[in-house]
């Protein structure tokens, strides 16, 4: 069974730094690149970054430049290092997966920027 946990979002001020953490089992996760996306309320879901499995990455405009997406194979752990955070990057990031022909998602880990 396919699992993906998201961890390490909060509340901090404008200008500030997190990293956030996605867990995954239940496949192979050396196998499959990896996603992290955010939606916030009544906004579309907006893809932040991926990253390949051969660690290859990709970033939204919005966020190139702040964010940082890495991975770990032996932790099975996908990352996202945000800094300079701003206001309008506050919501809920997602981990994502995609596995022959399914999207698996997590649940999710809030991101407040607010002084």
């Known amino acids: 069974q396919v699992q993906l946990v998201e961890s390490g979002g909060g509340l901090v001020q404008p200008g500030g730094s997190l990293r956030l953490s996605c867990t995954a089992s239940g496949f192979t996760f050396s196998s499959y690149g990896m996603r992290w996306y955010r939606q916030g309320p009544g906004k579309e879901r907006e893809l932040v970054a991926i990253i390949s499995t051969d660690n290859s990455t990709h970033y939204a405009d919005s966020v190139k430049g702040r964010f940082t997406i890495s991975r770990s194979n032996a932790e099975n752990t996908v990352y996202l290092q945000m800094n300079n955070l701003k206001p309008e990057d506050t919501t809920v990031y997602l981990c994502?997966?995609?596995?022959?022909?399914?999207?698996?998602w997590g649940r999710g880990t809030q991101v407040t920027v607010s002084s």
């Open positions: 994502h997966v995609y596995i022959r022909g399914y999207d698996y």
